[in-house]
């Protein structure tokens, strides 16, 4: 160790090996406060006492301060000013540096919490206890406490032990100060900087500096004795971040990753977070998550942002468990449900036990879906979950778990996960958009939209056209010669032959009078099935937008009108001719290649035009479209 000041510690080493800064910084500093911000309340929420039901108080203040009320500030600048950079980023970063470091006055951000145990054993400084926090939270990289309670400890939401440098990612300095009070009153101050590794005063120290002192060869906390900003006079403990980023300095992108993050601790009075002069408690942030001045309040809109409506969803709807099937066991969740045309994007909020959101997870193939839940599951789905959580608690995923058997259970956890929301999603649609009464559905069987696709371009992936010849489109679109039927079924191992099913028909218009023939045959027209790839299809709250690629062969894409057939199919792929009527179904429908209407019948949609290939149009719906329903497309050319 080297004490060339009394207040910033930075270890000896024998020469320069790493010239970099330390990766993680990037990591956390493109999370912006929001991550931050995220960050320290979830380290807050992890250290509530037991045997308290108060909620835990978290004060953030934004400020500015003078440069020299910052401990320490002069021995850090000429350290800065030491420092050499051997490639492009570290140069850029240190002359950032430099040049903040000479600004007088300098923001600053932190965050104190109270209710809660603060770090234990400060005094002893560096001692390497288990039972000592200060030493494990203050002087170890990468090392996350363990609570002895196994409960407990499932339900914390930190793991990895590297989220306590998101505090100097903030800071243009990297510079943070913690500041404590534990059980018996007794305050300390620590701190921590990142630099590189760099030659200071003829010899060679690491990147890493600790405000302490030295006691024999280990480190150990000054007795909190500097004012200002850095005081804490009750039990827990207070971040502070000065030079804080100017890109972090935003009120109110802390008060919308408060309510992102932790809207299911508020409103359960676990959490109150208190952001200068604002209150976010579960009185205040039903009004906070409905001010247009923090969140878009036009439903219809919310693509990105989804916490006004979990917020809503969590507070009206009545929970149902749901149930994952996890190995031997099963994982019990209880989910909040709620069904809305209006919403555009269909997201389930994963929430941990301590009440702080994980992500927005997509359901495969439905994230357009009209729906929004919050899912929430007990002790033992808590510890699954935290195994699943990404560095920054915003994702479960089982990329990095490096156990080949976990990693396949991790993956098989997340496929059941989704399979069972399928199950509810699938529900609520046909609820809400029940059957008109003229179609008799009785024995349709519905698959998950997962394997829609797959199952109805197996029972028709060939088109046929006039020549004879037959395609086939597949997942991307392409066009390839396939082989004939025959020679397919042996490729399956099918040794009966079966006679290929007829996939284009030609049609004839009503027989003709005698003495007509010659107009009869001129209205003949080919009728083609198109493959579901070939097909474009959304969904909108009174209209549909479909496009048809017909590009596949020259004898139907050189067509310049046609006719469109739809008959509806089951999720077997089980066709039901002549059971949809359009004109029950459809205001009007626009050709939007040339903008005119077109003539809607009961059995058709009549002189479409096909511009390049495409066929699109505009079709606006009857309030009674079922909006559930599948199917086959068939156009006459």
Not at 106 to 134: C, M, P, V
Request: a neutral charge; one cysteine or more.
């Amino acid at each position: 160790m080297n004490a060339t000041d009394n207040q910033w510690q930075f270890s000896q080493i024998p020469n320069i090996e790493e010239s970099n800064f330390n990766k993680i910084l990037e990591r956390f500093y493109s999370l912006g406060v929001a991550g931050l911000t995220r960050e320290n309340i979830q380290n807050s929420l992890d250290g509530r006492l037991n045997d308290n039901d108060q909620p835990i108080v978290v004060t953030i203040k934004l400020g500015k301060i003078d440069r020299q009320s910052i401990p320490g500030i002069d021995s850090i600048v000429e350290r800065i000013n030491s420092l050499e950079g051997r490639n492009g980023y570290a140069k850029e970063t240190i002359s950032h540096m430099k040049a903040t470091m000479q600004e007088k006055e300098l923001r600053y951000i932190s965050f104190e919490d109270s209710n809660t145990r603060g770090l234990t054993g400060a005094k002893y400084g560096q001692s390497n206890s288990k039972d000592h926090t200060w030493g494990i939270y203050a002087y170890n990289k990468g090392v996350h406490f363990e609570e002895k309670d196994e409960k407990f400890e499932a339900s914390r939401g930190g793991s990895h032990g590297v989220g306590k440098i998101a505090s100097n990612a903030a800071s243009d300095l990297h510079m943070m100060f913690f500041a404590n009070c534990d059980k018996e009153g007794e305050k300390h101050l620590g701190g921590t900087i990142q630099l590189i590794e760099h030659q200071y005063k003829n010899a060679y120290y690491r990147s890493t500096g600790y405000f302490a002192k030295l006691g024999g060869s280990n480190f150990l906390p000054f007795e909190n004795k500097f004012g200002g900003i850095f005081e804490k006079q009750t039990r827990g403990l207070k971040i502070v971040i000065p030079f804080l980023r100017k890109s972090f300095y935003k009120e109110d992108e802390i008060i919308r990753s408060v309510c992102d993050s932790f809207f299911v601790a508020i409103l359960e009075k676990k959490l109150i977070v208190q952001i200068n002069d604002l209150v976010i408690d579960a009185s205040t942030i039903e009004d906070i998550v409905s001010n247009p001045n923090y969140y878009e309040q036009d439903i219809s809109a919310m693509k990105k942002v989804f916490t006004p409506l979990y917020v809503r969803t969590y507070k009206n709807e009545t929970s149902h468990v749901i149930e994952i099937p996890h190995g031997s066991s099963t994982f019990k969740f209880n989910l909040y449900f709620n069904y809305d045309e209006q919403i555009p994007k269909g997201r389930v909020a994963i929430i941990r036990t301590i009440g702080m959101k994980i992500e927005d997870f997509m359901v495969k193939n439905n994230s357009t879906k009209p729906f929004n839940g919050v899912l929430i599951g007990s002790s033992d789905e808590d510890v699954y979950l935290k195994s699943l959580e990404n560095e920054s608690h915003t994702k479960i995923s089982s990329d990095d778990i490096k156990n080949p058997e976990l990693k396949k259970q991790a993956k098989k956890f997340i496929s059941n996960l989704t399979k069972e929301l399928l199950k509810v999603i699938d529900e609520a649609v046909r609820k809400h958009n029940p059957v008109d009464g003229k179609i008799n559905t009785s024995d349709i069987l519905y698959t998950m939209e997962l394997d829609f696709k797959e199952n109805l371009a197996e029972s028709f992936g060939t088109i046929k056209i006039k020549n004879g010849r037959n395609i086939v489109t597949s997942d991307e679109g392409k066009n390839a010669e396939i082989a004939p039927a025959k020679e397919k079924r042996k490729k399956r191992g099918t040794e009966n032959p079966v006679k290929p099913k007829q996939t284009g028909i030609r049609r004839k218009s009503n027989k003709p009078d005698k003495g007509d023939e010659k107009s009869a045959v001129e209205d003949v027209k080919d009728e083609f099935k198109i493959n579901p790839y070939r097909v474009e299809r959304l969904l909108l709250n009174d209209q549909e937008i479909i496009q048809l690629n017909l590009t596949g062969d020259p004898d139907v894409s050189k067509a310049v009108r046609c006719n469109l057939k739809f008959n509806i199919v089951d999720g077997m792929g089980k066709e039901y001719m002549g059971e949809f009527n359009m004109l029950a179904n459809y205001v009007k429908v626009i050709d939007k290649n040339t903008n005119a209407e077109c003539k809607v019948e009961k059995d058709a949609i009549k002189n479409v035009s096909v511009k390049k290939g495409y066929v699109n149009l505009q079709l606006a719906l009857q309030p009674a479209y079922n909006r559930s329903l599948k199917f086959i497309y068939y156009v006459e050319v």
